[in-house]
């Protein structure tokens, strides 16, 4: 059977590695294969060649997959730098910053309506006196 290697480092949303996360690969001809990351959040498979889907996952964090394709006896390392496993229910800092822009522009849309509504009453005022 002509094989291929699949390496990865999987990381969290953080950049550190994970250790104990599950990496799954099942190829277009059927197989399966299974490892855990080491410490250092490494891992390395020996798959049937060809084109195989992958999902990783721990739990406590929300799953990762993608496909990707591994040659006879080449080597293949799943670029997993724009695919991190994030905590489960946490927040981003991109959701964050999204929040805090939303609350910022809010707060000031409202002070200038108000400011213009003060103004209004005010004009509104001189005008009832004449």
Known sequence: MKTGTVTGVVLDSGGNPVEGATVE???SG???YTAETGENGSFS???RHGS??????KDGYTSISGSSYVGPKGVVELDLSESTLDRE???GPTT???VVAVVFLTS????????????LKGE??????E
């Open 25 to 27: 690969i099942g190829t």
């Open 30 to 32: 059927g197989s399966s």
């Open 45 to 47: 498979l020996e798959v």
């Open 52 to 57: 195989f889907d992958w999902r990783i996952s």
């Open 89 to 91: 229910g946490e927040r």
């Open 96 to 98: 964050l910053v999204m």
């Open 108 to 119: 000031i849309i409202l002070i200038i309506l108000f400011m213009i509504f003060r103004k």
């Open 124 to 129: 509104n005022s001189l005008l009832s006196e």
